[in-house]
């Protein structure tokens, strides 16, 4: 038999234990769950439903304790990184994951990737990351494609109603993450991808002031861009922010195409038969009240959030592209002198003399470094240059040459430190990832510095300026300083913008 006050002890414990995993917001209780070293509250509305290309509002208030021990729906989007699909639109839902214990602990406010049309915040297992960081992560939903930045003349929000979204959870987190033990006053807004673009883009939006104290880029930046067939053949040199009037005059395009002359006719449509439309839209829209001007030029003008950025790239970005290029297998030596006329025309034997497939081993591999250099590793040193010019600015490159693969169909070409390879060192993807205990080493070591970020706004290494660009490599078994400029041939293309 166990003791009286034994047993009230044991009952206590319980009960404490309990009362963990439930925590009041400004709008209702959530229960989550707690395992002894972090507490997970998931699907928790920092919005109402939204109508449809209308701005968010406030998540209406519920009685009782909401269950949070499963995610929301994932915002409309094509199968794709979800098997299946989502056709929801009732989906601006965040997860946040805690320290078992403590309170006042930085917040990082995750947005994925997934090029704008694709992605859930729930697909960001942030355990490994609240743990060993110690620190809150809130990982978010926001409105994708054609119901996150469609746009049409009139329709106020146009192209923008994805980062409005994103600014809508930033103000729930202020308002309410205290209660999950974060600190009100310390949020680091951070991403990968399509959501380092989306950080990028807060920074340059004047309705984001105040909303956010640090900012992450990871993969992503304001400048990003790409020429003509550098992912695929037929592909039309973009940037991914676009002018409203263009996007306008493409929804009109798109809306008479489905039989509609206004947005209340389309407001009336099936998500599914918007859906063909889908990646029609996935270019958030500048010279809005949103983002006023193009980001990049907002950056080099320093009309941006004097906060300090944490900004980088993996050393080989463009792999996964290239390795599907040709059928879906890795691009073929004719096609790579075709797409070097196609997209360089009388410059093509100029940029063949510093990309020859003899230099890097293939012609694939030497499309690979090209599209990398010129679309993800440049871009993101211009703008981490521009940022440095007003704010401190931390620059790096993950250089893991065998990270865990992201795909279980194995690649017919090397991919080394491929695009998003540095979010296993973060995150468990769907599954915890294989690691060496080099890899290991490096995780821990990233975790820790990306945390001493989020707590001081100083990194582990030295800052980026403009007198000295200084770049930290991060691999397995060497963390170095690196020449990113020269690595990635940046004055090379630089002259010939």
């Not at 192209?159 to 310390?186: C, M, S, Y």
């Not at 996964?320 to 890795?330: E, F, H, I, N, S």
């Not at 821990?444 to 403009?466: E, K, N, V």
């Amino acid at each position: 038999m166990v003791p009286l006050v034994a047993a009230g002890l044991i009952a206590g414990t319980t009960a404490a234990r309990a009362d963990d995993s439930v925590v009041r917001t400004g709008f209702g209780a959530v229960r989550g769950e707690t395992n002894g070293h972090t507490r997970v509250f998931e699907g928790i509305p920092y919005a109402a439903p939204p109508e449809r290309w209308r701005d968010p509002t406030p998540p209406r208030k519920w009685d009782g304790v909401r269950d949070a021990t499963k995610p929301g729906p994932a915002c409309a989007q094509l199968p794709g990184e979800l098997p299946d699909g989502s056709t929801a639109e009732d989906c601006l839902y965040l997860n946040v994951t805690t320290p078992a214990k403590g309170k006042n602990k930085p917040v990082v406010v995750w947005v994925h990737g997934g090029g704008f049309f694709m992605g859930a915040g729930s697909n960001y297992d942030a355990r490994r990351f609240a743990e060993r960081g110690d620190v809150v992560v809130v990982t978010v939903n926001y409105r994708l494609g054609i119901f996150g930045f469609f746009g049409m003349p009139g329709l106020a929000g146009s192209g923008t109603f994805g980062l409005e979204d994103q600014q809508a959870a930033l103000k729930w987190v202020r308002n309410n993450i205290a209660a999950f033990g974060g600190d009100p006053r310390n949020v680091t807004l951070a991403g990968q991808s399509a959501g380092a673009m989306s950080v990028c883009a807060q920074l340059t939006s004047p309705a984001a002031a105040g909303l956010f104290d640090r900012a992450v880029m990871q993969s992503g930046s304001c400048r990003s861009g790409w020429l003509d067939n550098f992912e695929y053949r037929g592909e039309v040199a973009a940037t991914i922010f676009q002018p409203v009037r263009a996007l306008e005059e493409h929804g009109t395009e798109i809306a008479r195409d489905l039989g509609c002359g206004d947005v209340e006719c389309l407001r009336g449509k099936k998500p599914e038969e918007l859906m063909p439309q889908h990646l029609a839209f996935i270019q958030p829209a500048y010279g809005t009240p949103v983002l006023p001007e193009y980001p990049g030029d907002a950056i080099e003008r320093g009309r941006f959030h004097r906060v300090p950025v944490l900004s980088g790239t993996t050393k080989n970005e463009a792999t996964p592209w290239v390795a599907a290029y040709d059928d879906k297998a890795p691009m073929r030596p004719e096609t790579f002198e075709a797409v070097l006329k196609e997209t360089f025309k009388g410059r093509a034997e100029e940029v063949k003399a510093v990309y020859s497939p003899e230099k890097y081993g293939s012609a694939a591999l030497a499309w690979a470094a090209l599209v990398t250099d010129r679309m993800w590793s440049c871009t993101q040193y211009e703008t981490a240059r521009g940022l440095a010019a007003k704010t401190n600015v931390f620059e790096y490159e993950f250089a893991d040459p065998n990270p865990p693969k992201l795909s279980p169909i194995p690649p017919q070409m090397p991919l080394g430190a491929q695009h998003a390879s540095d979010l296993w060192d973060f995150f468990d993807l769907g599954r915890a990832p294989k690691f060496t205990e080099a890899q290991q080493r490096l995780s821990d070591r990233m975790i820790h510095d990306w945390a001493q970020f989020t707590r001081t706004g100083i990194s582990g290494w030295p800052r980026f300026t403009g007198k000295r660009d200084y770049v930290q490599s991060f691999a397995p078994d060497e963390i170095r300083p690196v020449d990113l400029a020269a690595e990635h041939h940046c004055d090379f293309w630089k002259e010939r913008e």
